[in-house]
C-alpha cells in the first residue's frame, strides 16, 4: 500500500525574491481571508474519506499568513484525518513569524517547519531580495526550538550572484552549528521570467564560474557528511531517519492530493493542476466549480518515465524489483541500453537490487535523467 502525502500551497508573499518563479504573489494581502476560507473548502472536500501520512504546507511564505487567517486554517486541518506518525511540515520565513505565531502553527498540528535562509551574509541576503537578515533567522530558529519543534530543515542555496566558495563554507559551517535535523542546498537556477533573468539577460548578473559551483557542491557533500548529515537526494541532507517523508511520497511516485491556487495533485494514476490566479480560485471554489485547468492520466509510459527520473534524485536510486512489481516486466528489456550505457562511463551503479548515480553523475544528472524518456 503507498503513501499519501497532502500538499496545501498558500500563495502570499511580503516580497517576492528575485530568483523566485514560483506561483507567489505580494501586494494581495486583501484576498488572504478569502483564500483561506476558500483554501478550508477544498481541504474538506478532497480529503474526506483519505487517511495522510504526511502534510506539506508550502508557498509563497506559509508563515506570513495573518493570525486570524491561520486560526481559520487550523480548525480544518484539525478535522483532516491522519496516521498516527504523520509528518506535518510548514514552510516559514524569517522575519514574518514572532513566537504567536509559531504557537498556531504547532497547535494547527505541525510537528516539522523549514525555514528559508539561503545565506548567512546579510549582503547576499538583500542581493536575492530576502526580506531578513542573518540575525532574524538566528532568532526566529532559536524560537522554534524553545516552543519544541523537534524536527526542522534549512534552506540554502549556492552558486549565488556574487558568492565566494568561503562565504558557502561559512553558511554551511553556521548552519550545521546549530544542528537542525534537515539542510537543503539548491545551486540557483535562474528561471525565465524573474527578475534574475532580466539581469542576466543584461549582463547585470555575476554568477559563479562552473568550476566554483562543482567545488561549492563537492564539498557541501563531504562537509555535510562529516558532520553527521546523510546526504539521500541531490539537494537533501538529513540526520538518521529525519529524512522529509513528504518529499520522499513524490521521488517514489506515491499518490499526493494538492489543495490551493495552483497545487499539484498525482491520485488515481491522474496529475492535476489547480488554478493559479488567486481571484479566480476563490471565485471557483465559492461557486462549486471545478477547480482544476490541467488534467492528465497518466500512460504506462509517462509512469514508466516519472518511476526513473524520480526515483534516481534519490541517492539510494531505485529497486528493480519494485519496476518488475510495478510494471510487470524487466526493467532492462525497457531502458538496458540506456543503464548500461551509463555503468560504462561509471555514473550508473548497480547493486543487486539496486539502480543508483554514481557520485560523479550528480553534476550532469539532468542529462541523465533525460535518456530515460521513452520515444
Not at 12 to 37: A, G, I, N, Q, W
Not at 50 to 57: C, E, L, Y
Not at 132 to 156: Q, T
Not at 226 to 238: A, H, L, M, P, V
Request: proline share 2%; hydrophobic share 35%.
Amino acid at each position: 500500500m503507498g503513501k499519501l502525502g497532502l500538499y496545501i500551497h498558500i500563495p502570499f508573499c511580503k516580497k517576492k525574491c528575485l530568483y523566485c518563479d514560483f506561483p507567489s504573489y505580494s501586494c494581495m494581502e486583501k484576498y488572504m481571508l478569502d483564500y483561506v476560507k476558500a483554501l478550508c473548502l477544498e481541504i474538506e472536500n478532497k480529503c474526506k474519506g483519505k487517511r495522510f501520512n504526511t502534510i506539506f504546507i508550502g508557498g509563497g511564505t506559509p508563515s506570513y499568513l495573518s493570525m486570524e487567517a491561520w486560526e481559520i486554517l487550523k480548525e480544518t486541518l484539525h478535522k483532516v484525518n491522519k496516521h498516527e506518525d504523520c509528518e506535518f511540515t510548514v514552510e516559514c520565513n524569517p522575519g514574518s513569524f514572532d513566537k504567536d505565531k509559531l504557537e498556531v502553527i504547532k497547535t494547527a498540528g505541525a510537528n516539522r517547519i523549514s525555514i528559508g535562509l539561503q545565506a548567512c551574509q546579510n549582503e547576499l541576503l538583500a542581493s536575492l531580495g530576502r526580506i531578513h537578515n542573518f540575525s532574524e533567522f538566528l532568532k526566529g530558529f532559536e524560537m522554534a526550538r524553545n516552543i519544541g519543534f523537534k524536527n526542522i530543515n534549512v534552506d540554502l542555496m549556492f552558486a549565488i550572484p556574487g558568492q565566494s566558495f568561503e562565504q558557502w563554507k561559512e553558511t554551511l559551517e553556521k548552519v550545521s552549528n546549530l544542528n537542525p535535523e534537515h539542510i537543503s542546498c539548491y545551486s540557483l537556477i535562474v528561471e525565465e521570467g524573474t527578475p534574475f533573468y532580466k539581469m542576466k539577460e543584461e549582463g547585470k548578473l555575476a554568477l559563479p564560474e562552473e568550476d566554483v559551483e562543482v567545488k561549492m557542491y563537492n564539498f557541501t557533500v563531504e562537509f555535510l557528511r562529516d558532520n553527521g548529515y546523510k546526504q539521500y537526494e541531490i539537494s537533501n541532507f538529513s540526520k538518521e531517519h529525519k529524512e522529509c517523508k513528504h518529499n520522499l511520497i513524490y521521488w517514489s511516485m506515491d499518490e499526493y492530493i494538492g489543495c490551493g491556487a495552483s497545487a499539484h495533485s498525482y491520485f488515481n494514476n491522474i496529475r492535476n493542476k489547480n488554478e493559479s490566479n488567486v481571484k479566480r480560485y476563490i471565485e471557483k471554489i465559492l461557486s462549486y466549480e471545478d477547480t482544476s485547468v490541467e488534467k492528465h492520466e497518466n500512460s504506462t509510459k509517462d509512469n514508466m518515465e516519472e518511476f526513473m527520473f524520480l526515483g534516481l534524485r534519490k541517492t539510494n536510486g531505485i529497486r528493480i524489483s519494485d519496476f518488475k512489481s510495478k510494471f510487470n516486466v524487466n526493467i532492462y528489456d525497457i531502458y538496458g541500453a540506456v543503464v548500461n550505457k551509463y555503468e560504462k562511463l561509471g555514473l550508473i551503479k548497480i547493486e543487486s537490487d539496486k539502480v543508483f548515480l554514481t557520485e560523479k553523475a550528480v553534476h550532469i544528472s539532468n542529462t541523465i535523467m533525460s535518456d530515460f524518456i521513452l520515444e
